[in-house]
T-cell receptor
């Protein structure tokens, strides 16, 4: 298996532009997580899905952020409009559903908003 | 106060030394995870445990549920062990999302 795939790996954009991050989970995994990592706050959960349904989006910072999972093999995280404070590394992770399951992380997308 | 606290924040060791990284948490948990983040940024799961002790090669993870404390030990440390080690917990009753500690940056000198 190729593992969790994220694209793009790096994104540089100007403030106000729309940014879309993409994630393909490991085949057969039915839980998907979006995390954000910054120097100040470390790793934080943004949103997670079970069986393509959003379960907890309380970590999504504000209405500028939205996430979708239209099918079991694809998810997007969109920021519109982007701001410099959104600069961070965004990780996608997947697992089998449940509290005792190991999570597998993608390589991350490093976002820079100027 | 963070729900997951790690110590130390930074650790420098000489090759061959025995290393211990500590993690304390303040919530009820289903499981505790130890993750390794390489200098290049990738995150790898090392252990997931809910009781007792697990060993993989030179790495050992222990957890004391009553004391809400876990330790990660590295025996015979090597420069390739240099990385950030992150403790994370699955809160009891949740469906798997993780709460993370701030990480411990380990540097092993040859």
């Amino acid at each position: 298996d190729a593992g969790v795939i994220q694209s793009p790996r790096h994104e540089v954009t100007e403030m106000g532009q729309e940014v879309t991050l993409r994630c393909k989970p490991i085949s057969g995994h039915n839980s998907l997580f979006w995390y954000r990592q910054t120097m100040m706050r470390g790793l934080e959960l943004l949103i997670y899905f079970n069986n393509n349904v959003p379960i907890d989006d309380s970590g999504m910072p504000e209405d500028r952020f939205s996430a979708k999972m239209p099918n079991a093999s694809f998810s997007t995280l969109k920021i519109q409009p982007s701001e410099p404070r959104d600069s961070a590394v965004y990780f996608c992770a997947s697992s089998l559903q449940g509290a005792y399951m190991e999570q597998y992380f993608g390589p991350g997308t490093r976002l820079t908003v100027t | 106060k963070n729900e997951v606290e790690q110590s130390p924040q930074n650790l420098t060791a000489q090759e061959g030394e025995f290393i211990t990284i500590n993690c304390s948490y303040s919530v009820g948990i289903s499981a505790l995870h130890w993750l390794q983040q390489h200098p290049g940024g990738g995150i790898v799961s090392l252990f997931m445990l809910s009781s007792g002790k697990k060993k993989h090669g030179r790495l050992i993870a222990t957890i004391n549920i009553q004391e809400k404390h876990s330790s990660l030990h590295i025996t015979a440390s090597h420069p390739r062990d240099s990385a950030v080690y992150i403790c994370a917990v699955t809160v009891r009753g949740s469906q798997g999302n993780l709460i993370f500690g701030k990480g411990t940056k380990l540097s092993v000198k040859p």
